[in-house]
């Protein structure tokens, strides 16, 4: 079943569906007995999300997905060559993207200090720098006709044993009594996503974290936790957390971090369930008080459906059937523990390739889209380019009809040549508009998948508005 709100932004309205999550859960309880009747009487169902048994795609809800287009892009921090809030507002805005997810990590807020622990009063507020920043960012992204921003969190507070001087998502070993450094460590984490939130009522939805189901994006100072550790560290982050946020704007929508694909979407199932089962098991969170309760630890859950694991385009076409069904089975996860009613963020999804697959621009070959790497230049090539036009349209079709996903944020708006350090030359090619480089007179220049998500996003203007230098 849909989520029964439709596709609305929550902004403003949080405390009210809280309220109602209660009896809601009454009414779906309901609800499932009445349609198990109804199933036996009428045969095997179709699946939830509008693609059919026989892999038709079914249109039903599409009047309802003015909130499914949305953007990420990391504006703070970015490597994007010649980066303009204004033009890359601008640019989400005429594809026609409704929602945008934005970045947001402890040096953006207070610098590179990896070697400080902070103390709770300087964590309790946020330096004018920052806000002005980010307040800039929210007002260029209103201006275009962004309707709900997103901000992703990775914010982990130093404290004695993490503060190595290395960048990352250093957490202390877990460890419940009361002072240890961990205990120390949570209490900073309510007390700076306090301040977070009540310093940019501007944004809606807070997204507590990263990809934290994998120790490249949560790990201890000394080793890399287990899959448990992991859960139960997501689990304690979450409820204090969540906790600080709902006392800096009581109105945003708190949803899980993006959980990755790992390993397929199926190791985000498994790990939605070891989340759930810690928060069942009345052990949680660390401290004194213990919640079985998953209201009081996130609004929503999100996660990075790529297809595949990596988000690399593969040579053969995708089966979009059996994406929907993964993407279904963590679903049903939530609804076996109570949470129909909660919706879904795709915080991240998108395409990009092998980069050595390109053809190799002989000497005065180079054209707008080159890139030069390793002392190679490449170019774009049209079946590449084509195919991923249509791959785009075949997994939007699908999010049409899985009504509970509130929106996705494709990944992402602009390609950016330092970002091979990220996760290998394969980072570079995943936006939709080349990035500026004045050797060829290039500002940002739409690719084909630019033109097809403002076909998908019903979007208008002119995407070649700054695609010259």
């Known amino acids: 079943m849909g989520n029964p709100f439709g596709r609305v932004s929550f902004r403003n309205n949080r405390t009210v569906v809280i309220m109602k999550r209660k009896w809601m859960k009454r009414l779906f309880a309901l609800i499932a007995a009445s349609c198990m009747c109804c199933f036996l009487s009428c045969g095997t169902p179709g699946t939830e999300t509008g693609i059919s048994p026989g892999g038709e795609s079914v249109q039903e809800g599409e009047g309802n997905n003015e909130l499914l287009y949305g953007f990420a892009e990391p504006f703070a921090g970015t490597n994007v060559s010649g980066f303009n809030p204004r033009v890359e507002a601008y640019l989400a805005g005429v594809i026609g993207a409704k929602t945008f997810r934005l970045w947001m990590n402890d040096s953006n807020l207070f610098g590179a200090k990896y070697t400080e622990v902070i103390d709770n009063a300087e964590l309790a507020e946020v330096p004018r720098s920052a806000t002005l920043m980010y307040e800039t960012y929210i007002e260029e992204l209103r201006s275009a006709g962004i309707r709900e921003i997103t901000c992703m969190g990775m914010l982990f507070p130093r404290t004695a044993s993490t503060a190595n001087g290395l960048e990352g998502s250093f957490v202390p070993r877990r460890d419940e009594e009361t002072g240890s450094e961990y205990m120390q460590f949570l209490e900073k984490v309510e007390i700076l996503w306090e301040s977070v939130a009540g310093a940019f009522p501007g944004i809606d939805v807070w997204e507590m974290g990263n990809e934290t189901n994998q120790a490249a994006f949560l790990k201890y100072a000394d080793g890399d936790p287990t899959t448990e550790e992991l859960a139960a560290i997501n689990v304690d982050y979450m409820y204090y957390a969540l906790k600080g946020i709902r006392k800096g704007n009581s109105s945003a929508v708190c949803i899980t971090p993006g959980y990755a694909p790992v390993g397929g979407i199926g190791t985000v199932r ?200």
């Open 270 to 469: 498994e790990f939605l369930t070891d989340v759930y089962d810690a928060i069942g098991s009345g052990n949680f969170p660390a401290g004194q008080t213990k919640c079985t309760d998953p209201d009081e630890y996130f609004d929503g859950v999100a996660w990075h459906p790529y297809d595949g694991g990596s988000g690399i385009v593969l040579t053969k076409a995708p089966d979009i059937v059996q994406w929907v069904r993964e993407n279904d089975e963590v679903r049903q996860i939530m609804i076996s523990r109570g949470d129909e009613e909660k919706e879904v963020w795709f915080t991240e999804f998108g395409f990009t390739f092998d980069m050595y697959s390109l053809p190799v621009a002989g000497e005065g070959e180079e054209d707008i889209t080159s890139y030069t790497i390793n002392g190679v230049t490449y170019r774009l090539d049209d079946e590449t380019e084509e195919k991923q036009a249509e791959w785009i349209r075949l997994y939007f079709d699908a999010m049409k009809g899985m009504e509970y996903v509130h929106t996705c944020h494709f990944f992402r708006l602009c390609c950016a040549k330092k970002d091979a350090q990220w996760g290998g030359v394969g980072e570079i090619f995943f936006g939709c508009f080349l990035e500026p480089d004045s050797a060829l007179g290039r500002g940002f220049y739409p690719r084909k998948k630019a033109y097809v998500l403002q076909e998908i996003y019903g979007g208008t203007g002119d995407l070649n508005a700054y695609a010259r230098g």
